[in-house]
Nanobody, 123 residues
């Protein structure tokens, strides 16, 4: 079973940018799906974006055009580039992974989770 550890969270003003990283270790799968999720205080966790072994990406509507999910060439780090941040992007962000055939914005598919990193957007 692999491990995931997020980093890069912090505080930023609305309109600013942050890049989150997720270091992955212990993975040897040729087929995989990686994802970013977030949970705001008092709300349910929601899917933000996914990236599969073919490089295909999916985004939830609220972040399209503002967030970009990508992977390092070594395939050991997953990134989430966040621009034009809004107050409603404030949340704890988690990366997650699984090796099932489908790669969708459905958190029930994901089996391995990182501990999370906090992002706070202020006005």
């Amino acid at each position: 079973q692999g491990q995931l550890v997020e980093s890069g969270g912090g505080s930023v003003q609305a309109g600013g940018s942050l890049r989150l990283s997720c270091a992955a270790s212990g993975y040897t799968y040729s087929r995989y799906c990686l994802g970013w999720f977030r949970q705001a205080p008092g709300k349910e966790r929601e899917a933000v974006a996914t990236f599969d072994h073919r490089g295909i990406t999916n985004y939830t509507d609220s972040v399209k055009g503002r967030f970009t999910i990508s992977q390092s060439t070594s395939k050991t780090t997953l990134y989430l580039e966040m621009t034009n941040l809004k107050l409603e992007d404030t949340a704890t962000y988690y990366c997650a992974a699984h090796d099932k055939a489908v790669c969708q914005l459905r958190q029930e598919l994901f089996t391995t989770w990182g501990p999370g990193t906090q992002v706070t957007v202020s006005s």
